[in-house]
């Protein structure tokens, strides 16, 4: 099994309904409520599912994100320890999950058992992690300190990027933005779905990624998906130029606006371009500005 879409019908059909839908954190929320993860973290438990036999009456849940409260979650885990013992408790999950969905990749890491597997290009992935107490040299870690159980647990995470899709009425405002209003760039983003604001469309493809502008709203659109802001939840733009050290360097622009996802409304980011140079975002970072009429901040900072 490597499709992306077999891999979610598996899914659904082992019970972890939450990961083959469309219902967001807080639908789940008010589903199912919520609890303390070892104090550390606010969770929601889903109801049971099992990938295999000896994970069942260990629940999936989501981290309870403020930032992402409104859109679907993108990461489901089970802290699997039916044995209370972390070598055993990975070899189990290993050897049931190597059996559906065939050999893994081994994760790199020196302080810890870890294989994932991954389904379709950008697609869904599945991890399996075991942290080894005897090689994590991390200083003293009260979340560990405090609940030693924690170091037997094999965590089981899937992680689903969640993509939406532009409405009629977005795709029809951007259909309809006359050429003068559009400004053609480089390939916008290094990860085009990155956070939930990037969704999917049904536009005639484009020969370049743009830029868009009309009364109101502002935006872009490439083969890989569009963005649709309210002009008046944008605050600024950021170009981040980034000094040569133990890297290269480059730059790289961001739009900054009012979190759509939240209730609370943050101010967050999301990429728009990157070059490879430190000032090789300088003059179209300009030109952007002046394009969306917004305000731009520069930083300095050094590739560490």
Known sequence: MRGADEFIRFLKDHGLHAAASSETTADLHHKYGDRSWYGFSTVIDLPPAALFPEQAGQPFYVHLEPRRYLI???????????????????RTA???????????QKGVASNTREHNWHFGDGGPSLTIRTF?????QFGRNDLYANNPELWEVCSITIERPWVGELTAEEEALIAAVPPADLFLVPQIGAQPYGGGYVRRHKLRQPPSA?????????GWCNRGGAAVFERSAVARLDLLQVLPARGGGGAYLSLRFQNPHSLEREVV??????NGATHGLDELAK???????LPLTVSETHDC
């Open 72 to 90: 679907p979650p993108d990461r489901f885990t089970c802290d699997f320890n039916p044995y209370r013992n972390g070598e055993k408790n990975h």
């Open 94 to 104: 290993l050897a049931r999950l190597e059996a559906i969905f065939g050999q893994p």
């Open 132 to 136: 080894l107490k005897e090689k994590s």
């Open 210 to 218: 743009y830029l868009w502008r009309t009364k109101g709203h502002l």
């Open 269 to 274: 980011g999301t990429e728009i371009l990157a």
């Open 287 to 293: 030109r952007v500005a002046k394009f969306w009429g």
